[in-house]
């Protein structure tokens, strides 16, 4: 099976996103149910599966799917630990954006 | 079985890819004589890119080319998707979301299997692995000389900068401001050498003692044969106590402005260029 491209993306590139596919890494601020609020440059809720283990306070990378609310609705989550250089992460996703032909097709 | 087809396809470029342990011996290559139809490693470089990167790559002859210009050894980060253990290999389909690509590490029987580093590589995790690209059939995969487990996440904002900075490098020269110094400096510096040799070494030697000065200068200066001068020979040529040359040539060596040539007493400098 292939895996789709999953553009890095942050809380404010939410919009321009609507119904993609998409990967953010961001911090877990709280966790209620099969939700979570997780900082990414913005507060972002995401909707869980049944999959994702995740921690409080810990950074976690998610592929997921942008719904109509801006919501994102996680297919997969990645645990981070607490070591994450969250400057650097969000260059990379600027980066990813300003030099798009070495990341994404569209 | 579809293996010995890929088989024959790994082998032709097996020759340049050096290590992979195992499985791709080359009759043609190790039996030329030195220099006859060996392949030129000069060329050789270790580029970090990004799936789409190796996706994109350009066919040319029996290699490819990545914004233009050649590539050997990559080095790539990605999420391990799939794990497939054959018995010459085993397959990771890595993804590191700009594209997925299979990397192929060949299982080598005689060592003895490092299990720390091959339980930490599971699905979902994240690795690093470095290899050269093939092709079969228009199929690229990889031919992965180490995969390991990446410790720090870090590991992959650095990657993905380190690939961004490099395809810049190469697509647009390097940076507006090392390009003007680098491309306007190093003929003026030369210059510099030539006509007012004193002034140029002596800012490049601060922090030497002043005999190494002078005798790093003198060894600029003097003529003298590609073994470069002995120790006998400068303390001679200077008046100075041969036991203070020594101790100024140890200075400049291990400073790494001269190196030893046909013996510990004879030394050249060692010349940037």
């Not at chain 1, 961001?26 to 921690?55: F, P, W, Y």
């Not at chain 2, 020759?15 to 060329?43: H, L």
């Not at chain 2, 922090?207 to 303390?235: C, P, W």
């Amino acid at each position: 099976m292939d895996h789709p491209q999953t553009p890095r993306i942050l809380a404010p590139h939410l919009q321009a996103f609507q119904h993609k596919l998409v990967r953010m890494l961001g911090k877990v601020e709280t966790l209620q149910g099969d939700t979570a609020v997780i900082d990414a440059g913005g507060k972002v809720d995401i909707i869980l599966n049944r999959d994702c283990h995740l921690a409080l306070g810990h950074a976690v990378e998610i592929i997921g799917k942008v719904d109509g609310n801006l919501h994102i609705k996680v297919q997969a989550a990645t645990d981070f630990g607490t070591g994450i250089d969250f400057d650097a992460a969000n260059a990379v996703v600027e980066a990813t954006h300003r030099h798009k032909e070495i990341f994404y097709d569209d | 079985m579809s293996y010995n087809n890929y088989d024959s396809g790994y082998n032709t470029s097996y020759g340049a890819g050096g290590g992979g342990g195992g499985g791709g011996f080359v009759p043609d290559g190790s039996q030329n004589s030195p220099g006859g139809g060996r392949k030129d490693y000069s060329q050789d470089s270790l580029r970090p890119v990004t799936i789409k990167q190796i996706l994109d790559a350009q066919p040319v002859g029996n290699g490819f080319n990545i914004d233009g210009s050649p590539i050997t050894q990559l080095t790539f980060v990605g999420q391990i998707r799939n794990i497939s253990s054959q018995a010459t290999n085993i397959t990771y389909k890595l993804d590191d979301g700009t594209g997925s690509i299979e990397v192929k590490k060949w299982v080598d029987s005689d060592a003895i299997e490092q299990d720390s580093t091959k339980t930490k590589l599971t699905e979902g995790s994240y690795c690093r692995a470095w290899g050269k690209l093939n092709s079969f059939n228009d199929r690229k995969h990889v031919g992965a000389q180490i995969i390991r487990p990446v410790e720090d996440l870090n590991e992959v904002s650095y990657h993905l900068l380190e690939a961004t900075v490099v395809h810049l490098h190469f697509t647009r020269g390097p940076p507006s401001g090392a390009a003007a110094t680098t491309g306007g400096n190093v003929p003026q510096q030369q210059q510099q050498q030539q006509a007012a040799g004193a002034g140029f070494v002596a800012a490049d030697l601060a922090g030497y003692s002043s005999a190494a000065k002078r005798v790093f200068q003198h060894m600029r200066q003097a003529e003298q044969t590609n073994e470069g001068l002995h120790q006998q020979d400068i303390a001679a040529k200077l008046g100075m106590d041969p036991a203070e040359v020594a101790r100024a040539g140890d200075d400049l060596l291990s400073g790494g402005l001269i190196y030893t040539t046909v013996d510990d007493l004879t030394w050249a400098v060692l010349e940037g260029e």
